[in-house]
């Protein structure tokens, strides 16, 4: 199906681990990028890709790492996971320029315990 | 600085009335794009209206309009008659051109429509 889509849609992890959401997009769009939601803050951009094996750091990057080897893919890792990094993680893909849209996932619902 | 502010945490309208969601950015770049995405309680990320720096008119989709006073760098979202399904969080967001283009969103209002 064409799309983007976000696994796991839920996820529940200690602190202190690995954990990695996983984001795919079938429209070959250029640009990735990796919000999170809190209540109060609206979405603030982690982390971003303009193309493959180009990365950069959004507004609250620390303690998340990204890879993007190929287009369609861009994985967001959280190292060791801390309570602070409950949220809901939206990966997000869209064409060059100022005048695109960006198309969202559906979500992933992080708790740290 | 917020890139993107919008002040109404909360709004409250009736049906079929319009309402107004306030939404003010910041750059300095010549050329970018403000855009309306639209939330409800399910979760998803709704794109509703796009308006850019360059377009002489406001956008209008539908019930949906954008009304764009760019020397007072606002672009403010117009819902006409209202329903009870645009009970939701809205966003405004721009992209900037100058860089990586990026997308930056503000903090969202929270819109009830009650009956």
């Known amino acids: 199906d064409a799309g983007i889509t976000q696994s796991p849609r839920y996820k529940i992890t200690e602190t202190g681990r690995q954990v990695t959401l996983m984001c795919h997009q079938t429209?070959?769009?250029?640009?990735m990028f990796w919000y999170r939601q809190d209540l109060g803050h609206g979405l603030r951009l982690i982390y971003y890709?303009?193309?493959?094996?180009?990365?950069d750091k959004g507004e609250v990057p620390d303690g998340y790492v990204v890879s993007r080897s190929k287009t369609e893919n861009f994985p967001l890792t959280l190292e060791s996971a801390t309570r602070s990094q409950t949220s809901v993680y939206f990966c997000?893909?869209?064409?060059?320029?100022?005048?695109?849209?960006?198309?969202f996932g559906q979500g992933t619902r992080l708790t740290v315990v | 600085a917020q890139k993107i502010t919008q002040t109404q945490p909360g709004m409250f309208v009736q049906e079929k009335e319009a309402v107004t969601l306030d939404c003010t950015y910041d750059?300095?770049?010549?050329?970018?794009?403000l855009f309306w995405y639209k939330q409800p309680s399910s979760g998803e990320m709704i794109f509703l209206i796009y308006?850019?720096?360059?377009?002489?008119q406001n956008a209008t989709e539908g019930r949906y309009s954008l009304n764009f006073q760019k020397a007072r760098k606002s672009a403010n979202l117009v819902i006409s008659a209202s329903q009870l399904g645009d009970s939701a969080m809205y966003f405004c967001?721009?992209?900037?051109?100058?860089?990586?283009?990026?997308?930056?969103f503000g903090k969202g209002t929270m819109l009830l429509v009650s009956p």
């Open positions: 890709s303009a193309a493959a094996d180009i990365t």
């Open positions: 308006q850019g720096s360059y377009d002489e």
């Open positions: 967001a721009m992209r900037e051109v100058s860089g990586y283009s990026t997308l930056t």
């Open positions: 750059t300095s770049d010549q050329s970018y794009g």
């Open positions: 429209w070959s769009h250029s640009y």
């Open positions: 997000a893909s869209s064409g060059q320029g100022s005048d695109t849209e960006a198309f």
